[in-house]
């Protein structure tokens, strides 16, 4: 069983920065890809950004809106990923969960998802 822990949320006035953390943990397992969705109030759930491993190399994707303030990162011997976040806005208010594609033996690959942590930008 893999399970995603998040911290590092919090309340952050506009301009200000946070980090995200995941951590993996579980025994027998490989990441495929891991980043972060959120879900503002009365939106729907949406891609952040992404790390995918692939046959040379990771790459990472981010939705338009974060490109240029957040950057996302992968410490391996950690089952660790950070989601740095600088530049905050308003509009970056959501619930922040983390998501991973990860293999096991037993149930071979999967989504998992983290229980979400609460990221508020405001004067």
């Known amino acids: 069983q893999v399970q995603l822990v998040e911290s590092g949320g919090g309340l952050v006035q506009p301009g200000g920065s946070l980090r995200l953390s995941c951590a993996a943990s579980?025994?027998?397992?490989?990441?495929?890809?891991i980043g972060w969705h959120r879900q503002a109030p009365g939106k729907q759930r949406e891609l952040v950004a992404r790390?995918?491993?692939?046959?040379?190399?990771?790459?990472?994707n981010y939705t338009d809106s974060v490109k240029g303030r957040f950057t996302i990162s992968r410490d391996s011997a950690k089952n660790t990923a950070y989601l740095q976040m600088n530049s905050l806005k308003v509009e970056d208010t959501a619930v922040y969960y983390c998501?991973?594609?990860?293999?096991?033996?037993?149930?071979?690959?999967?989504?998992?998802w983290g229980q979400g942590t609460q990221v508020t930008v405001s004067s």
């Open positions: 998501n991973g594609n990860i293999w096991t033996r037993l149930t071979g690959s999967s989504d998992y």
């Open positions: 579980g025994s027998g397992f490989i990441i495929n890809a």
């Open positions: 790390i995918t491993r692939g046959p040379r190399g990771e790459s990472t």
